[in-house]
């Protein structure tokens, strides 16, 4: 089948010229899903054949330009399209080396997006964030990275939106590799309305970030001045135990932060309570008092879990060269630093936070062995060991960024080995069945000790022995059927929460029980793998994303038993 074509011109809105080099792509979402792209000729020319039937939507991006945007687009309806594309606002500047005043004609740089201009024409800030987005996906002259709106607090998830809320707004971020700029001068395009600042780094200066400019149509190009320091010389070399040179070894330099500034930008902020003052009230955890407590506590939890060290994000990175050394240049001299080294077949190493001094500093990191684990799950049948695990779960591996649970599969016999473990204390859990929820509810459990016992300490290139009892799924359950104007209500939702017994404490909102289950074609429903407790059933319609509750009621599960829960309703008792 030879499909539609989608055929036009892009031109510039201003002054008609054609537009060269522009990406065309229509995209189509769904079960069809497909994206189709053409790059627009000297005259701004695409043409895309062989297109399926349906809606698609448009994007078009130029360098120097606004990003065009648009929906709903049927190329068996519109096969001829033309697209006016707005020139985007500029800033221009020259870079300098402090200390002389001289140019510097190569460096990397990009425009760091700080915040929107007020609105004066009542335009929503969700067009301010589209064009905002499409601008950092396009090709943009100069390269441009947005940073964040500062009013955001908990909506985007960009790397550089991650970055600014760790290190503060005046950390600058990576521009890039140096490009030739002729008489240090640049010219950053393609822009939106709004404030910025520019983030350079050159070969032997500190990275820096410039003060903020003002970017708006009618008040022509800001021209940004841009000085450089020079920076600190660090280098060092990577060896085995032996002292051997270990090459090809991922080696970061990674800028320290205080946990509880994450954790608090993790688990809410503020005195207000959890989501704090606004349209949707005061907050559903409470003001001050309980809700700034849960969040005091969960951060406690999180700086256990982390491993109580310190926190970081990767500011450099390079790889150890065939003699083993590397070298990190330009760093300020005021910024605490670690460095983090991994390599394959061997414990990842971190150093403790050091301040780069003057001159040149020699570190020679030692990368040790990986750990092995060993041991017999107690209490398995021969029969489970093909649905039985053992978790091996590090406390502190999340804040490194390795991976913090490793799981293997036992014999018939009950009996496992983990190789290549990092070192580290480790909690050892072995279950049959799905139990991770109530893993980690335990483990969250021993973590909020303030002294907790962990299960194994292994060392680099030692093997250790521990034998895990086994845990196995709780057998209890919630069952029963559910009638709709005297006929079974095929597709309600049923769900059982479990009921909090006395005082929260720390951790215990990992311990949330919940499981839910769907009415059948009969009117009967079950949800198994319940432990003994006090649960809150809720049945609601199938309806919309949630639906309406049409029933709730409170039951016992004892241990291994199972409850039961019906319910009867009529048409207006939904409305």
């Not at 950053?188 to 910025?196: A, C, M, S, T």
Request: hydrophobic fraction near 35%; charged fraction near 25%.
């Amino acid at each position: 089948e030879p499909g539609f074509r989608f055929m036009g011109t892009v031109v510039n809105k201003s002054s008609g010229e054609p537009i060269a080099a522009a990406t065309v792509t229509l995209r189509r979402e769904g079960r069809r899903r497909g994206t189709y792209s053409q790059h627009t000729d000297e005259q701004g020319r695409f043409t895309i054949d062989h297109l399926p039937d349906g809606e698609m939507s448009l994007q078009v991006r130029a360098n120097g330009y606004l990003p065009f945007d648009q929906e709903a687009i049927e190329p068996k309806n519109t096969p001829n399209f033309d697209v006016f594309m707005e020139p985007g606002l500029k800033i221009q500047g020259l870079v300098v080396d402090a200390a002389t005043g001289e140019p510097l004609d190569s460096y990397g740089i990009h425009a760091v997006f700080i915040e929107r201009l007020p609105s004066a024409d009542g335009g929503t800030e969700a067009n301010v964030r589209r064009n905002f987005g499409a601008m950092m996906g396009g090709r943009t002259r100069g390269r441009t990275r947005g940073l964040a709106f500062a009013s955001d607090q908990g909506g985007s998830r960009n790397d550089s939106f991650k970055r600014a809320r760790r290190w503060g707004a005046q950390m600058p971020m990576d521009p890039g590799k140096p490009e030739p700029h002729p008489e240090g001068r640049f010219t950053l395009d393609g822009l939106i309305e709004g404030v910025y600042a520019v983030d350079v780094a050159a070969p032997g200066f500190q990275r820096t970030r410039s003060t903020t400019v003002t970017v708006a149509r009618g008040q022509g190009v800001p021209n940004l001045p841009v000085q450089l320091a020079r920076g600190v010389v660090l280098a060092g070399v990577v060896q085995d135990d032996e002292g051997a040179p270990i090459a090809g070894a991922e080696v970061q330099l990674r800028a320290v932060f205080n946990i509880d500034d994450n954790a608090s930008n993790m688990f809410g902020g503020g005195a207000q309570g959890g989501r704090g003052q606004g349209s949707r009230g005061q907050g559903s955890r409470g003001q001050g008092g309980r809700g700034q407590a849960d969040r005091n506590s969960r951060r406690d939890l999180m700086r256990r879990f982390l491993g109580g060290g310190p926190q970081s994000e990767r500011y450099m990175e390079v790889t150890s060269s065939t003699d083993g050394t590397f070298t990190f240049d330009g760093l300020p001299g005021d910024t605490s630093f670690l460095i983090r080294v991994r390599t394959e077949g061997r414990a990842t190493l971190e150093t403790e936070p050091f301040t780069p001094g003057a001159g040149i500093e020699d570190y020679t990191i030692v990368l040790k062995g990986l750990a092995r684990l060993e041991g017999k799950v107690g209490g398995l049948l021969p029969e489970e060991a093909g649905d039985a695990r053992v978790y091996a779960i590090r406390v502190g591996a999340m804040g490194q960024g390795r991976r913090p649970f490793e799981e293997a599969t036992p014999t018939s016999d009950g009996e496992y080995v983990f190789e290549g473990l990092e070192p580290g204390n480790y909690l050892i859990r072995a279950s049959v069945g799905d139990n991770r929820r109530r893993i980690f509810a335990d483990v969250w459990g021993t973590i909020k000790n303030e002294n907790p016992q962990f299960d194994a300490a292994l060392v680099a290139g030692e093997t250790a022995t521990f034998n895990p009892e086994l845990v196995r799924q709780p057998q209890g359950s919630i069952t029963g059927n559910v009638m709709l104007n005297g006929q079974p209500a095929t597709g309600c939702r049923v769900r059982a929460e479990k009921v909090s017994e006395g005082e929260r404490g720390p951790g215990d909102w990992m311990r949330r029980g919940r499981q839910s289950g769907t009415v059948d074609a009969d009117g009967t429903y079950k949800i198994t793998g319940l432990e003994a407790g006090s649960y809150r059933v809720v049945i609601s319609s199938a309806s919309g994303r949630r639906g309406a509750t049409i029933h709730t009621e409170t039951v016992q599960v004892l241990e291994g038993g199972s409850a039961q829960v019906n319910a009867s309703v009529a048409t207006g008792s939904l409305q």
